[in-house]
C-alpha cells in the first residue's frame, strides 16, 4: 500500500516556517507522505510534483497572491495537472480568485481536519 | 511508460519509480526489462547520524557531479511515522533552487515505511530503473540510526558515513556499526572544535579492524560552504576505480542481487503470515496476546498453517 504524496512548497521569501510546519505535521499524521520542497522557484514546483510523482501540491502563500497565479500559470505551461490547494495568509478577494482556477484556498483560522479532509478528498484517499 | 521512461521521458521515468516502488505485479512485469536494459550505473550510499549534514552533503555531491558534466539521481530516504504511516520528506529543503531545476539532476524522496523489507526492496528496485533509463550515478542518501538503512548504506557500491566533530568515542562508533560499513568517512562540520581529534579516533578505529585492501579515507569538509567537497568527489571516484581493478565491483554486486532475492521471498512470506494472522490464525494471535499461549508455540502453530498456504 503506498501513501499518497504532497508536495508543501513555499510561495513567499519570508522566513515564516511556522504554518507550513504545522500543516504538514497535521498531514503526515493523516497519513500522507509529505514533501517539502522549502522556498523554490515556479519552475522547479512544476518540476518537483513531476519528478516525484505527487497527487496533489500544497502552496503556502504569504499575502501575495500574484505568485499563486504564476505558478498556477507556470504549472499548465508544463502540463502538469495535479490538484493544488492553498493555505496561509490569502487576503478575503483572493480566495474567491483562487477557487475560481479550481485552487481550495484555506485563508487563517482554517481548521487543521479541514485541511487533511479536503487532502484525502482531493487525492481521492480515506482514512 | 516503460519504453518512454528508458528513452529519457522524466515524467515517464517518475510514473515508472512509482511502480517500482509499489512493488506488486506491475512490478514484477517491468522487472525483466530493467535487468535487459542495465548500464551499471555507480550506487553512493550515504549515511549518517540526524543533523550531520547529509543533506547538505548531497546537494554539494550535486554541485560536484554537475562540474564534472555529470548526470546525477538522488534517493533520498526519511522515516515514515510508525503510528499513521505517513511521512515528512524534509531533505529538498537543503538542496538549491538551481539545482532542484537542473535537467542533469532527479530526486526522489522515498518514506522508510517502516514495514520489514519495505526499503530494501524499494531502493534496489529504483536505482534498477534509474540504471536502465540511462543515469550513471544514484546517490542514496538514508539516516543511518537503525539496521535496515545501515544496510542499504552497504549495499550500495561506495559508503559514504558522515559524522561530526566530537561524535561519540570509540566504544559508541565500534557499537554503531556504522564504521564496517564506510568505504569513505567523512567528519562535516569540520570548522568546530574537536575535528582533527575526531579525525585521530576514526584512524585509530580503523587500525583496529582486519587489514583491508581498501583503506577508508577520511575527508574532513563543511558541506554548508562547499569546502572538501571536491575531496570527497575525488574519494568517491577513486573508490570506483579501485572496485573496478580489482573486481570488487562485480563482486558487490552478485552479493548485492542475492540480498535482493532473499528480501523478496522474506518478505512475500511476511505478507502472508500476516494475512494468517487476521484470518485462519486469529485465534491462536489472540491467545498469544493475551498472554495464554506463548508465542514460540503460537509460531510453530502459525508455520504449519503457512505451510499448508505454499502448498496449495
Same mark, same amino acid.
Given at each position: 500500500?503506498?501513501?499518497?504524496?504532497?508536495?508543501?512548497?513555499?510561495?513567499?521569501?519570508?522566513?515564516?516556517?511556522?504554518?507550513?510546519? $504545522?500543516?504538514?505535521?497535521?498531514?503526515?499524521?493523516?497519513?500522507?507522505?509529505?514533501?517539502?520542497?522549502?522556498?523554490?522557484?515556479?519552475?522547479?514546483?512544476?518540476?518537483?510534483?513531476?519528478?516525484?510523482?505527487?497527487?496533489?501540491?500544497?502552496?503556502?502563500?504569504?499575502?501575495?497572491?500574484?505568485?499563486?497565479?504564476?505558478?498556477?500559470?507556470?504549472?499548465?505551461?508544463?502540463?502538469? %495537472?495535479?490538484?493544488?490547494?492553498?493555505?496561509?495568509?490569502?487576503?478575503?478577494?483572493?480566495?474567491?480568485?483562487?477557487? %475560481?482556477?479550481?485552487?481550495?484556498?484555506?485563508?487563517?483560522?482554517?481548521?487543521?481536519?479541514?485541511?487533511?479532509?479536503?487532502?484525502?478528498?482531493?487525492?481521492?484517499?480515506?482514512? | 511508460?516503460?519504453?518512454?521512461?528508458?528513452?529519457?521521458?522524466?515524467?515517464?521515468?517518475?510514473?515508472?519509480?512509482?511502480? $517500482?516502488?509499489?512493488?506488486?505485479?506491475?512490478?514484477?512485469?517491468?522487472?525483466? %526489462?530493467?535487468?535487459?536494459?542495465?548500464?551499471?550505473?555507480?550506487?553512493?550510499?550515504?549515511?549518517?547520524?540526524?543533523?550531520?549534514?547529509?543533506?547538505?552533503?548531497?546537494?554539494?555531491?550535486?554541485?560536484?557531479?554537475?562540474?564534472?558534466?555529470?548526470?546525477?539521481?538522488?534517493?533520498?530516504?526519511?522515516?515514515?511515522?510508525?503510528? #499513521?504511516?505517513?511521512?515528512?520528506?524534509?531533505?529538498?529543503?537543503?538542496?538549491?533552487?538551481?539545482?532542484?531545476?537542473?535537467?542533469?539532476?532527479?530526486?526522489?524522496?522515498?518514506?522508510?515505511?517502516?514495514?520489514?523489507?519495505?526499503?530494501?526492496?524499494?531502493?534496489?528496485?529504483?536505482?534498477?530503473?534509474?540504471?536502465?533509463?540511462?543515469?550513471?550515478?544514484?546517490?542514496?542518501?538514508?539516516?543511518?540510526?537503525?539496521?535496515?538503512? $545501515?544496510?542499504?548504506?552497504?549495499?550500495?557500491?561506495?559508503?559514504? $558515513?558522515?559524522?561530526?566533530?566530537?561524535?561519540?568515542?570509540?566504544?559508541?562508533?565500534? %557499537?554503531?556499526?556504522?564504521?564496517?560499513?564506510?568505504?569513505?568517512?567523512?567528519?562535516?562540520?569540520?570548522?568546530?572544535?574537536?575535528?582533527?581529534?575526531?579525525?585521530?579516533?576514526?584512524?585509530?578505529?580503523?587500525?583496529?579492524?582486519?587489514?583491508?585492501?581498501?583503506?577508508?579515507?577520511?575527508?574532513?569538509?563543511?558541506?554548508?560552504?562547499?569546502?572538501?567537497?571536491?575531496?570527497?568527489?575525488?574519494?568517491?571516484?577513486?573508490?570506483?576505480?579501485?572496485?573496478?581493478?580489482?573486481?570488487?565491483?562485480?563482486?558487490?554486486?552478485?552479493?548485492?542481487?542475492?540480498?535482493?532475492?532473499?528480501?523478496?521471498? #522474506?518478505?512475500?512470506?511476511?505478507?502472508?503470515?500476516?494475512?494468517?494472522?487476521?484470518?485462519?490464525?486469529?485465534?491462536?494471535?489472540?491467545?498469544?496476546?493475551?498472554?495464554?499461549?506463548?508465542?514460540?508455540?503460537?509460531?510453530?502453530?502459525?508455520?504449519?498453517?503457512?505451510?499448508?498456504?505454499?502448498?496449495?
Amino acid at each position: 500500500m503506498t501513501a499518497a504524496r504532497i508536495l508543501v512548497a513555499k510561495t513567499s521569501l519570508d522566513g515564516h516556517w511556522r504554518g507550513i510546519n $504545522v500543516v504538514s505535521r497535521a498531514l503526515r499524521d493523516g497519513g500522507f507522505e509529505v514533501i517539502l520542497a522549502g522556498m523554490v522557484t515556479a519552475d522547479t514546483i512544476a518540476r518537483v510534483a513531476a519528478d516525484e510523482d505527487v497527487d496533489l501540491i500544497g502552496l503556502n502563500v504569504g499575502g501575495r497572491v500574484e505568485v499563486v497565479e504564476r505558478i498556477l500559470d507556470t504549472l499548465a505551461e508544463h502540463g502538469v %495537472k495535479t490538484p493544488v490547494f492553498a493555505g496561509g495568509t490569502i487576503p478575503h478577494y483572493a480566495v474567491e480568485k483562487l477557487e %475560481k482556477r479550481g485552487v481550495r484556498c484555506f485563508p487563517p483560522g482554517s481548521s487543521l481536519d479541514d485541511i487533511v479532509a479536503c487532502a484525502r478528498e482531493l487525492t481521492g484517499t480515506v482514512a | 511508460m516503460f519504453n518512454a521512461a528508458l528513452s529519457g521521458d522524466r515524467r515517464s521515468l517518475a510514473q515508472l519509480l512509482s511502480v $517500482v516502488e509499489a512493488g506488486g505485479d506491475d512490478f514484477e512485469f517491468v522487472a525483466p %526489462k530493467l535487468l535487459a536494459s542495465a548500464k551499471g550505473i555507480h550506487t553512493i550510499g550515504l549515511t549518517g547520524a540526524p543533523g550531520a549534514g547529509k543533506s547538505t552533503l548531497t546537494d554539494a555531491m550535486i554541485g560536484e557531479a554537475l562540474r564534472a558534466q555529470r548526470k546525477i539521481a538522488v534517493i533520498a530516504v526519511d522515516p515514515s511515522s510508525p503510528f #499513521t504511516g505517513g511521512a515528512i520528506l524534509g531533505d529538498r529543503v537543503r538542496l538549491s533552487d538551481e539545482h532542484a531545476r537542473d535537467e542533469s539532476v532527479f530526486v526522489r524522496s522515498l518514506a522508510s515505511r517502516g514495514q520489514l523489507g519495505g526499503l530494501s526492496l524499494a531502493v534496489p528496485g529504483m536505482i534498477s530503473a534509474l540504471d536502465a533509463a540511462g543515469w550513471p550515478i544514484a546517490l542514496v542518501e538514508t539516516v543511518g540510526v537503525g539496521q535496515s538503512e $545501515v544496510a542499504i548504506a552497504a549495499s550500495a557500491d561506495t559508503t559514504v $558515513v558522515v559524522v561530526n566533530p566530537g561524535w561519540g568515542d570509540e566504544v559508541q562508533a565500534n %557499537k554503531a556499526g556504522l564504521l564496517e560499513v564506510a568505504d569513505i568517512l567523512v567528519v562535516n562540520k569540520s570548522d568546530r572544535p574537536g575535528a582533527d581529534a575526531t579525525v585521530r579516533d576514526l584512524e585509530r578505529m580503523l587500525h583496529l579492524g582486519a587489514a583491508r585492501s581498501w583503506n577508508p579515507p577520511i575527508v574532513k569538509t563543511i558541506a554548508a560552504e562547499g569546502k572538501g567537497a571536491d575531496v570527497l568527489w575525488q574519494a568517491i571516484n577513486d573508490h570506483r576505480a579501485f572496485m573496478e581493478a580489482s573486481g570488487e565491483w562485480e563482486e558487490r554486486r552478485r552479493t548485492r542481487r542475492l540480498v535482493e532475492l532473499r528480501e523478496r521471498v #522474506t518478505s512475500a512470506l511476511q505478507r502472508i503470515s500476516t494475512d494468517i494472522e487476521k484470518n485462519e490464525g486469529q485465534d491462536i494471535a489472540m491467545r498469544v496476546a493475551n498472554g495464554e499461549l506463548d508465542p514460540a508455540t503460537g509460531a510453530a502453530q502459525l508455520r504449519a498453517m503457512l505451510g499448508k498456504r505454499l502448498g496449495d
